[in-house]
């Protein structure tokens, strides 16, 4: 009976009991290079430029539409240094169809407003516009920092990163103390801070002898005298307020990894590192590192951008192919993580289909919310055949859904690229506290994503 449970039930299985020593060591070691990456690559646009700089080591260089291209060829698409698309072309027919890996670089945060810089009560200030979906009040009494470009009015660039070394300054955002957050407190967490609220604190000292907005003038001489800028260039700035936190072990056994902006970098990282690895591909291989997901793919930089479909065109046209025939026969993985099951709020997952810590990279046929709204929903067929390949190459993995049906849900870029005829599904890494300022990770369902990047890519 034993025999026969094992061979007809379906279980998880967890990666630390299947693994032998030396795959427990290869995990360890791809954990470093991770870490490396997310201490570099909090934004889309550090994320994009890290891209951009391994791609070079590996021999990939720029591509322009129309260029032509040849077998064992690798390039990357640089899109305005905000999303990143790398493909190698492979020695099969292009009609064969494209092997993509879809994940994206941008994380909540808090971006400034364009007119961000202002005083109160002896006290500098800059107003925030957050962005994506997170719980405000986590994001106040942390330590941030600033990342992004200031473009000023003759078109010079000023990058700018403050809050990251030792030496440097972090900035906050204050909350009232309990002493006196008895009306505070009575709030639903979703009431308890609005938007508005999520001022961050970036100085106090006022200019000798000035009695009006002293403290701001003094900013504004200090951010002059090391960047050239006047409040009139924060017009054209992006300038965003982030987890001043270095990627940390978490545990004892040091198993899990606690960061800003695991999701979806933990997915991004993975699909990079499979793309290198295979130097010689059959198929074509593709892997896009995208931008604004976290409010629904907008923009030029953004998935729904008509650039993606324009690179597969181009690469159809120039090795002969029909664009049409490519896109019917190239696969997908969306590369985006789930939430993972957290015993310390089981009551909203469904526990039999949630997705575990340790338990492997996570397939979910079809996201969305309640009656899977916005989800593409991957077929059958296609299911099979990417648990085939992961079977066949020793990728311990596992399914989920993100939540309790009526709870909640969410979305991923799965649904517009299967809109343009391509099947598509959903894969990546289970995430506890997912879209807090620090998330966390398994170092084994990271090493099991790169496994099946790679996998698939073959």
Not at 168 to 181: K, T
Not at 252 to 263: C, E, K, N, V
Not at 353 to 365: D, E, F, L, P, R
Request: include cysteine; charged fraction near 25%.
């Amino acid at each position: 009976m034993k025999d026969l449970k094992e061979k007809l039930f379906y279980d998880h299985t967890n990666v630390y009991q299947a693994i032998d020593e030396g795959e427990l060591e290869s995990i360890n070691e791809y954990a470093k290079g991770y870490m490396s990456f997310m201490t570099k690559a909090k934004t889309e646009r550090e994320a994009t430029a890290e891209g951009v700089a391994m791609a070079q080591k590996e021999g990939f260089v720029p591509y322009t539409m129309g260029m032509p291209l040849e077998v064992g060829g690798k390039y990357y698409y640089n899109n305005r240094g905000k999303a990143l698309y790398l493909f190698i072309i492979g020695s099969e027919n292009i009609e064969n169809g494209i092997r993509i890996s879809a994940a994206h670089v941008d994380s909540p945060r808090l971006d400034l407003k364009q007119v961000p810089l202002y005083e109160e009560s002896e006290m500098g200030f800059f107003k925030t516009h957050y962005y994506g979906g997170i719980k405000k009040y986590q994001w106040t009494t942390i330590p941030l920092a600033l990342h992004g470009v200031i473009y000023k009015k003759d078109g010079e660039r000023v990058d700018v990163t403050i809050g990251e070394d030792d030496e440097d300054p972090v900035f906050y955002i204050n909350d009232l103390l309990p002493h006196l957050g008895k009306d505070q407190m009575k709030k639903p967490l979703a009431e308890a801070f609005t938007g508005e609220d999520l001022n961050i604190l970036i100085g106090s000292e006022p200019v000798k002898g000035e009695t009006k907005d002293s403290v701001k003038l003094h900013v504004m001489m200090l951010l002059n005298e090391k960047y050239g800028i006047t409040e009139a260039d924060f017009l054209s700035a992006e300038l965003t307020a982030v987890p001043a936190f270095k990627p940390r072990y978490v545990g004892f056994d040091r198993s899990l990894i606690a960061a800003y902006g695991h999701d979806d970098k933990v997915c991004a990282y993975p699909a990079l590192t499979a793309l290198f690895e295979n130097k010689s591909p059959k198929k074509t291989l593709m892997t896009i590192l995208a931008d604004k997901e976290e409010i629904g793919s907008e923009g030029n930089t953004g998935m729904k951008c008509q650039v993606f479909t324009d690179i597969m065109e181009e690469i159809a046209k120039a090795l002969g192919g029909n664009y049409h025939v490519v896109k019917e026969n190239s696969k997908c993985l969306s590369a985006d993580v789930n939430a993972a099951f957290d015993p310390n709020f089981a009551e909203v997952y469904e526990r039999k289909n949630s997705s575990y810590i340790n338990h492997g990279i996570v397939m979910t046929k079809f996201t969305g919310a309640r009656g899977k709204s916005g989800s593409s929903d991957a077929s059958a067929e296609y299911v099979s055949f990417v648990r085939r390949i992961f079977d066949e190459h020793g990728v311990i993995w596992q399914t989920g859904e993100l939540g309790k049906v009526d709870q909640g849900g969410g979305g991923t870029v799965a649904a517009y690229i299967a809109q343009k005829n391509i099947d598509t599904v959903d894969l990546g890494v289970a995430v506890i506290s997912m879209h807090a300022p620090i998330e966390v990770i398994s170092k084994a369902d990271l090493y099991m994503a790169h496994k099946a990047f790679s996998a698939f890519n073959k």
